[in-house]
C-alpha cells in the first residue's frame, strides 16, 4: 500500500548554499551570528514597543508585526540552513519539507504586505498629516494586519496545495539550503506546467501589486518632502524613508530576481545567493533601519534602562 500522499520519496535531502569544503567552517559562524543578532534584535524590538506607551502608535504597530514575522521567518529557515554547514547529509522528511515550504510562504508573504502598510502609514503621515488619527485609526490599523495574514494565509494555502498535488519519485536531493519552490519543481517527476503558471500569477501579484503601492506612496512622498521648505524638516523627513526604501528594494528586487525570471534563465547557484537577501539578510537588517536610526526607539530604550532596577 503506497503512502497517502502523491509522493515516493519520503525524504529530501538539503545539498547547501555551497559544496566547498573550506567554506563550510566560516559560512556556518557568519550565518550563526547573523541569525543570533535577528533573533535579539527583533525580539528586543517586540519588548521595547510593547512596554513602551509612546511608541503604542500605527507606525510602531505595523513595526512590532513586521518583527514578529521576521522573528518566525529566520526561525523557519535559518536553523536547518545551520545544519548544512556541519552535516555531511541534512536530511528532511517529505513532510518536514512541506511544512517548512508552508510556513516560509506564509512568512514572506505577509512581510511583502505589512512592508506595503508601513508605506501606506508613511504615506499619510507625509502628504495628509491633518488626516493622520482618522485615516490611521486603529480600526484601519487592524484591518491592514489582518488583511496581510489573509493574503498570506491564502497564498501559502494556494502555494502548498498545488505542491502536494506534485509526484517524487526517486531524485530526492533539493538544490537548496531550503524547501524552495522552484528547486522542488525540479524534482518532480510529474509535469509542474501548472505549478509554473500558478507560481507566476500567485507570485506576480504578490509582489507586483505590493511594489506597484509601495513605489506609487513613496512617489507621493518624495514630492511632498521636495516641497518642505525647512532643509532641516525636508532632511527629517527624507531619513525616514529612505531607510524603508532601502529594504523594500532589497527584499523585493532580490524576491523578484528568484521568482519572476524564466525558468532558464540563470543558475540554481545565482537563485541561492539571492534568497540569502530576503530571507536571512533583510530580517536581520530590519531592527536597525526601524529602531536604531529611530530618535523614538532610542529614548524608549534609555528610559527602560534606567527604570530597569539593579
Known amino acids: 500500500m503506497g503512502p497517502k500522499n502523491s509522493s515516493l520519496v519520503t525524504e529530501f535531502i538539503l545539498a547547501g ?22 533573533e535579539v534584535g527583533n525580539l528586543g524590538l517586540l519588548v521595547l514597543i ?11 504597530f505595523f513595526l512590532f508585526n513586521l518583527s514578529c514575522i521576521d522573528l518566525c521567518y529566520s526561525t523557519a529557515i535559518t536553523p536547518k540552513m545551520l545544519m548544512n554547514f556541519v552535516l555531511s547529509k541534512n536530511v528532511v522528511s517529505y513532510q518536514g519539507c512541506i511544512t517548512q515550504f508552508y510556513f516560509y510562504c506564509f512568512f514572506v508573504i505577509s512581510e511583502c504586505y505589512v512592508l506595503t502598510s508601513m508605506a501606506y502609514d508613511r504615506y499619510v503621515a507625509i502628504c495628509n498629516p491633518l488626516l493622520y488619527n482618522i ?11 489582518l488583511g496581510s495574514y489573509l493574503m498570506a494565509f ?11 498535488r506534485l509526484t517524487f519519485c526517486d531524485a530526492n536531493t533539493i538544490n537548496h539550503y531550503f524547501c524552495d519552490i522552484l528547486p522542488l519543481l525540479d524534482l518532480s517527476c510529474t509535469s509542474t506546467f501548472v505549478n509554473e503558471i500558478e507560481i507566476f500569477i500567485v507570485v506576480g501579484k504578490d509582489i507586483v501589486v505590493p511594489s506597484f503601492i509601495l513605489f506609487t506612496s513613496y512617489g507621493f512622498i518624495l514630492s511632498s518632502i521636495l516641497k518642505i521648505r525647512s532643509t532641516e524638516g525636508r532632511s527629517k523627513a527624507f531619513s525616514t524613508c529612505s531607510s524603508h526604501i532601502l529594504a523594500v528594494s532589497l527584499f523585493f528586487g532580490s524576491g523578484a530576481f528568484v521568482y519572476l525570471k524564466p525558468s532558464t534563465a540563470g543558475s540554481m547557484n545565482e537563485s541561492k545567493i539571492s534568497s540569502v537577501f530576503y530571507t536571512i539578510v533583510v530580517p536581520m537588517m530590519n531592527p536597525l533601519i526601524y529602531s536604531l536610526r529611530n530618535k523614538d526607539v532610542k529614548v524608549a530604550l534609555r528610559k527602560a534602562l534606567i527604570r530597569r532596577p539593579f
Not at 17 to 38: N, R
Not at 135 to 145: E, G, K, T
Open 17 to 38: 548554499l555551497t559544496d566547498q569544503p573550506g567554506l563550510q567552517v566560516p559560512l556556518f559562524f557568519l550565518f550563526l551570528v547573523m541569525y543570533v543578532a535577528t
Open 50 to 60: 510593547a512596554l513602551s506607551p509612546h511608541l503604542h502608535t500605527p507606525m510602531y
Open 135 to 145: 485615516a490611521m485609526s486603529p480600526r484601519v490599523c487592524s484591518y491592514l494586519i
Open 154 to 164: 491564502s497564498g501559502a494555502v494556494v502555494h502548498t496545495g498545488f505542491m502536494l
